[in-house]
């Protein structure tokens, strides 16, 4: 459900793109479309408010909202990626670390993590449950809460599991220090030093750190920016190349916020079984689409326990709590032990406290609530690039999720422009770390899960301006 505001707006909208308003033409007074659209006068200004967000209308001092002359411009997408399909091993990711660092700085705006700023999290409702759990389970929280982790929140999850289209038991769950570790775990246990992954480019970096670290090598499979992975890019590797895994982000892939269709999500595991390869699923964003329906994970079509499947709450409840799980199949024994001699366990006060959120209720209408936010942010920032990068500027046009994949033009070397952003306090994350091979050096990736502000709209400002100048010296 939108809320009253945002569907107004949407009308708006519609009436300029119908050319009722032209460019240049003042928009009645909110009294006047309070008493058209049968609706509060606040209401109407909150509508105002998103469309200038959105750069369709601009406020003119003492006069009222006019339709904008120039509407901030919507960037076409990037085509499908064309990385070197050869094995590599991954190399150049200490630089994430320094990147992530800068997220410890309160004074950056914080571009470059896929963090989601505060505002966008239900942090009061975590503190009650955190506090609450503390009070009632003084002896428990004292104590390791082994692998498979706490029965509750493993309940809990089963049930949320059913909106992906899975049948999950609690038992078929392993909780995990957030995504991270439950997707290094199923690397692994599936392969050693020196096999091959399979991966959509450009990637998650955390990902790539994983192969980097366990001395594997990476296999970047070209993938289309609506669409994710190319099936027949990938089978053709997988004739190739002798591929033991193939490790993928099938809905609101990051940095590319794209969603496999359902058709392709079957045909991939067709495609695996061939070559009997399991696949792990990451589906970290799959609650936060901007459309009503959840979409199914590839896991939902895994009649054969060929998916190992990946996920936490880091991007929509608490990246600090560090909850995940693992639904690992035919491995969950391997995977279980692998977890406990990692680590023994995961946290125990995190686990209560989201098992104890996640059964008061609310976390549906939280998650309704994020999405529209996620939504209407990326539509922003989409529109700022549009409006201050050079006009060969290409961005994503994702369908989930809170990140932008932005294509600047050939001649600007995003590292260098991570530097100079960085001296100004301003965090992004540079192209070349979403590849094995430093690909993607004219790209970056924004995270668009910042309230937009004055502070936010002068970090784009400055971001364009460096592009351009970057852009015009080489
Ligand atoms: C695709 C993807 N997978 C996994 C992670 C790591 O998640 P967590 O913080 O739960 O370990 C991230 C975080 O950015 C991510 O974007």
Redesign the pocket.
């Known amino acids: 459900m939108h809320k009253l505001y945002e569907i107004i707006a949407r009308q708006l909208a519609e009436r300029i793109d119908q050319g009722l308003y032209l460019p240049g033409d003042r928009l009645p007074g909110v009294r006047k479309l309070s008493e058209q659209f049968g609706v509060s006068i606040s209401t109407v200004v909150q509508a105002q408010r998103l469309l200038e967000d959105e750069g369709r209308i601009e406020a003119r001092p003492r006069s009222g909202y006019y339709v904008r002359t120039q509407p901030w411009p919507v960037p076409n997408p990037p085509a499908l990626s064309r990385p070197a399909t050869k094995p590599t091993p991954v190399t150049g990711q200490e630089l994430v670390l320094r990147l992530v660092q800068a997220t410890n700085e309160t004074d950056f705006v914080q571009l470059g993590?896929?963090?989601p700023h505060s505002n966008f999290l239900p942090t009061r409702a975590i503190q009650r449950s955190l506090s609450s759990i503390a009070r009632k389970y003084s002896h428990e929280l004292s104590t390791y809460q082994f692998p498979p982790g706490n029965p509750e929140l493993r309940r809990q999850i089963a049930r949320r599991m059913a909106e992906a289209g899975c049948q999950t038991h609690p038992d078929d769950i392993i909780i995990?220090?957030?995504?991270?570790?439950?997707?290094t775990l199923c690397l692994q246990t599936i392969a050693k030093p020196g096999d091959i992954i399979a991966i959509e480019s450009p990637a998650?970096?955390?990902?790539l750190q994983a192969i980097e670290v366990l001395g594997m090598k990476a296999l970047e499979i070209p993938t289309d920016p609506h669409t994710g992975i190319s099936l027949a890019a990938l089978s053709l590797a997988l004739e190739k190349w002798p591929v033991k895994t193939c490790a993928l982000?099938p809905n609101f892939?990051?940095p590319l916020g794209c969603i496999m269709p359902d058709e392709n999500k079957q045909a991939l595991l067709d495609l695996l079984a061939q070559y009997d390869i399991p696949l792990i699923e990451?589906d970290?964003?799959g609650d936060l689409g901007f459309t009503a329906k959840r979409p199914r994970a590839v896991n939902a079509f895994n009649h054969n326990e060929r998916v190992l499947y990946?996920?936490?709450?880091?991007?929509s409840l608490s990246?600090g709590l560090?909850?995940?799980w693992v639904i690992p199949g035919k491995y969950r024994e391997k995977i279980e032990y692998r977890k406990y001699v990692t680590s023994l366990a995961t946290p125990t006060l995190p686990q209560y406290a989201i098992a104890d959120f996640l059964q008061q209720g609310g976390y549906d209408r939280h998650l309704r609530q994020v999405r529209r936010d996620y939504q209407r942010q990326v539509s922003v920032m989409i529109r700022a690039v549009g409006k201050y990068f050079p006009q060969e500027t290409r961005v994503t046009q994702p369908q989930g999720?809170f990140?932008i994949w932005i294509e600047l033009p050939k001649k600007v070397d995003s590292l260098q422009l991570c530097q100079q952003a960085l001296a100004q306090r301003i965090s992004i994350a540079p192209g070349q770390i979403f590849s094995a091979t430093q690909k993607y050096r004219n790209f970056i990736r924004l995270n668009c899960a910042q309230p937009w502000n004055e502070a936010l709209e002068k970090a784009m400002i400055t971001l364009g301006r460096m592009a351009h100048e970057l852009n015009k010296a080489a």
């Open positions: 993590t896929a963090v995990t220090s957030g995504c991270q570790e439950a997707l998650f970096y955390g990902l982000v892939s990051n990451d970290i964003y990946c996920s936490s709450f880091s991007k990246p560090r909850i995940g999720g990140v």
